[in-house]
């Protein structure tokens, strides 16, 4: 299994540039989730999903946003990007309510610049 | 919402035992989590605390009190590799097992 992989690894966007982030995992896992990581701040909560065709809002929403067509894939699209979206976004995924187990499993991260 | 405090920074010795401490104060709890992330990497998970008590696995033990809204992590026979960040997790009520809320981690530096 390749687990959770994220493209692309690195990217700079200009200001009101759009674009989209790509998740996906081969595990089979139901949830899924988008985090952002800015120094001194941890990870803070994007969008999740508890499944396909589900998605709800976590901690930081604005100028995101998600779908969830399949289970495999979980693509964040930045709308307009700004310098203050500069950071480095992780996603992760977990088994599901019906596993006893609720480890997630990272991808390895895109590094976004904004400038 | 959730508040999740750990310290910053802490160095130890190679060889030598460290306990990473956090505190949460929530409006629901439902397990809290212990990461390793080292530089510029995802982060991993260590262990899931959901029942008061200590879980221990290898090196790594993990300890929750749910009355006290406290948990630790301990580290044994410290290694240059244990040179990480480490962060506590939170999950709530609702959202299935991925809506965690993060702390904002610990720096471990383990010196010879």
């Known amino acids: 299994n390749a687990g959770v992989t994220q493209t692309p690894k690195f990217q700079v966007l200009k200001t009101g540039q759009s674009m989209t982030l790509q998740c996906a995992q081969d595990?089979?896992?139901?949830?899924m989730s988008w985090y952002r990581q800015d120094p001194g701040m941890g990870l803070r909560l994007i969008h999740y999903?508890?499944?396909?065709?589900?998605?709800d809002q976590g901690e930081v929403p604005n100028g995101y946003n998600v779908s969830r067509s399949t289970t495999e894939d979980f693509p964040l699209r930045l709308l307009s990007a700004a310098p203050s979206q500069t950071s480095v976004y992780f996603c992760?995924?977990?088994?599901?309510?019906?596993?006893?187990?609720?480890?997630?499993?990272f991808g390895p991260g895109t590094r976004l610049t904004v400038t | 919402g959730q508040n999740i405090d750990q310290p910053t920074e802490m160095t130890a010795t190679e060889g030598a035992i460290v306990q990473i401490n956090c505190t949460y104060q929530?409006?629901?709890?439902?397990?809290l989590f212990w990461y390793q992330q080292h530089a510029g990497e995802a982060p991993t998970f260590l262990s899931y605390?959901?029942?008061?008590g200590l879980e221990e696995k290898g090196r790594f033990s993990s300890f929750l009190s749910r009355s006290k809204g406290y948990s630790y992590l301990l580290l044994k026979e410290l290694q240059m590799k244990d040179s990480a960040s480490y962060l506590c997790?939170?999950?709530?009520?609702?959202?299935?097992?991925?809506?965690?809320?993060f702390g904002t981690g610990t720096q471990l530096k383990v010196e010879l």
């Open positions: 992760a995924s977990t088994p599901g309510h019906s596993s006893v187990s609720y480890e997630q499993y």
């Open positions: 929530t409006s629901g709890f439902n397990g």
């Open positions: 595990m089979n896992h139901e949830y």
């Open positions: 605390n959901v029942l008061d």
């Open positions: 997790a939170v999950k709530g009520l609702t959202g299935g097992g991925n809506k965690l809320t």
């Open positions: 999903s508890v499944g396909a065709g589900i998605t």
